[in-house]
C-alpha cells in the first residue's frame, strides 16, 4: 500500500543551519497495517509524515501509494489518497461553520464539486450514526458550530472527516498530544475502532511509548532521520517500555542518554 524507497531530506543545504532530516529512509507498509511511529525530538518523525503528504518534495528516493508513484506529485493531488490528522484540534475543522456543514464538506472531498452543500435527510442521519459511534453526545448537536467544543470533541470530528471517505493512507501526526490524558485515551479508542473497521492503511506518530505499544500493529522508532527500530506482531505485543529503551540503548549508542528523557 506505501512504499517509502530510499528517501533523503536535507534542510538549509549548505548552511550553517544544515539539517539533514531524512537519511535514506525505507518503509513498506501492507494495506491494513497500522504502525506507531515514536523518537526523539529531531528523529524525523513529522518530516516523515510531510514527505509522504506531499508538503514538500524529497530530495531523493521514491514515494508509492496504492501503486501510484507520487513523488513528484504535489500535495493537493496527493490529497485523494489520504486523510490526515494534525497534532492541534483547532486545524482539521471550520471553526465557524456547523457539525454537519464540515461533515458534508470532508464528504464531497475529491468529487466534482457543485453550488449544492446543504445536507440532505439521508446524508444527515448518516452523520448522525457516525457521530453516535464517537460516544460523545454529538449525534444530536447537527447544527451547533464547532467552534464552540471542546478540543477533544473536535479532534473526534477531524478524525471523522480524515477517514468519511476512507482513503488509502491514514496519517496521525501526534494527534492527541494537546489533550488531556483522558480524552487522548478516549480519542486514542474511537481511532482504532475507525481503522479496525475500515481496514484503513495508518501511520500514527506519538511520544507516548506506551500508547506506541499497545495500539497498531507495527511499530518503528526513529532517530538520526532513518529507521532503526522495527517491530511488528507477536514481537511487538510481547514487548514493553523497559525492552523498547533497551533496544533504542542498543541501536542508538552513545546517543541513549540524551534521549531517553525524550522517549520517556
Known amino acids: 500500500m506505501l512504499k517509502v524507497e530510499q528517501i533523503t531530506k536535507t534542510f538549509n543545504s549548505g548552511t550553517i543551519n544544515e539539517k539533514k532530516a531524512l537519511t535514506g529512509l ?44 507520487v513523488t513528484r506529485s504535489p500535495e493537493h493531488k496527493r490529497a485523494k489518497y489520504i486523510g490526515r490528522v494534525f497534532q492541534d484540534p483547532m486545524m482539521g475543522t471550520a471553526a465557524g461553520m456547523q457539525i454537519e456543514e464540515n461533515l458534508a464538506i470532508a464528504s464531497r472531498r475529491g468529487k466534482r464539486p457543485t453550488l449544492k452543500w446543504s445536507s440532505q435527510a439521508k446524508e ?26 471542546s478540543g477533544g470533541q473536535r479532534q473526534a470530528i477531524t478524525l471523522l472527516m480524515a477517514t468519511i471517505n476512507q482513503p488509502k493512507l491514514l496519517l496521525l501526526d501526534e494527534h492527541t498530544a494537546a489533550l488531556d490524558p483522558k480524552t487522548a485515551t478516549k480519542v486514542l479508542e474511537i481511532t482504532e475502532k475507525i481503522v479496525s473497521e475500515h481496514h484503513l492503511t495508518t501511520l500514527m506518530i506519538t511520544h507516548n511509548m506506551r500508547d506506541a505499544l499497545r495500539y497498531g500493529n507495527r511499530l518503528i522508532m526513529l532517530h538520526a532521520g532513518n529507521i532503526i527500530i522495527d517491530v511488528e506482531g507477536e514481537q511487538k505485543q510481547h514487548l514493553d517500555v523497559p525492552d523498547l529503551l533497551k533496544m533504542f540503548e542498543q541501536a542508538a549508542g552513545d546517543e541513549f542518554v540524551s534521549d531517553r528523557m525524550l522517549l520517556g
Open 124 to 149: 444527515r442521519e448518516h452523520f448522525r450514526q457516525m457521530l453516535k459511534m464517537l460516544d460523545l453526545g454529538l449525534e444530536d448537536r447537527l447544527t451547533s458550530k464547532v467552534g464552540l467544543l
Open 26 to 69: 525505507d518503509l513498506h507498509l501492507k494495506a491494513g497495517d497500522f504502525c506507531t511511529v515514536i523518537g526523539g525530538n529531531g528523529a524525523g518523525k513529522s518530516t516523515l509524515l510531510n514527505a509522504i503528504a506531499g508538503v514538500f518534495f524529497v530530495d531523493s528516493g521514491r514515494i508509492i501509494i496504492d501503486g501510484d508513484d
